[in-house]
T-cell receptor
């Protein structure tokens, strides 16, 4: 298995633009997580899904952020409109038990 | 509010010696704990875990100790090797949801 796949690996955009981050979880995993890593706040959970259904989105910072999981092999995290303070590394992870497997992350820079 | 805290942002240790990383948590509802290791430009990778019903788990050079009464866990790496230089995250979980500490950067000196 290729592990958790995220795209793009790097994204540079201008303030106000829409950004879409993509994730393909490990096949057979029924949990999918989106995290954001910043220097100030460390690694924080934004939202997680179980069997494609959002379970807890209390970590989503505001309405500009949205996440979807249309099927078991794909999820997106969208920021619209993006702001400079959204600059961070965004990780997707998947699991079938307590151990979560992380993707390589998307480094987002909003100018 | 940070439920998991790693109070040491960095640790430097000589090759061959023991590395001890510490982690404190506040939520007594956590029922399992994990350590992750992260290299630059990569995602965190699972290292070792421990259930709340145990006080020690060992896997090769890595041992995790849990003190539930103190809400404290630690990771021991012995002997430390240059490839162990990375950022280590402590995580605590319940219901499949993990809370992470801020990480400790370990540097192993030759």
């Amino acid at each position: 298995d290729a592990g958790v796949i995220q795209s793009p690996r790097h994204e540079v955009t201008e303030m106000g633009q829409e950004v879409t981050l993509r994730c393909k979880p490990i096949s057979g995993h029924d949990y999918l997580f989106w995290y954001r890593q910043t220097m100030m706040r460390g690694l924080e959970l934004l939202i997680y899904f179980n069997n494609n259904v959002p379970i807890d989105d209390s970590g989503m910072p505001e309405d500009r952020f949205s996440a979807k999981m249309p099927n078991a092999s794909f999820s997106t995290l969208k920021i619209q409109p993006s702001e400079p303070r959204d600059s961070a590394v965004y990780f997707c992870a998947s699991s079938s038990n307590n151990e979560q497997f992380f993707g390589p992350g998307t480094r987002l820079t909003v100018l | 509010d940070q439920q998991v805290k790693q109070n040491s942002p960095s640790l430097s240790v000589q090759e061959g010696r023991i590395s001890i990383l510490n982690c404190d948590y506040t939520n007594s509802m956590f029922d399992y704990f994990l350590w992750y290791k992260k290299y630059p430009a990569e995602g965190p990778t699972f290292l070792i875990s421990i259930s709340s019903i145990k006080d020690k788990n060992e896997d090769g050079r890595f041992t995790v100790f849990l003190n539930k009464s103190a809400k404290h866990l630690s990771l021991h790496i012995v002997p430390s090797q240059p490839g162990d230089s990375a950022v280590y995250f402590c995580a605590a979980g319940n219901d499949y949801k993990l809370s992470f500490g801020a990480g400790t950067t370990v540097t192993v000196r030759a």
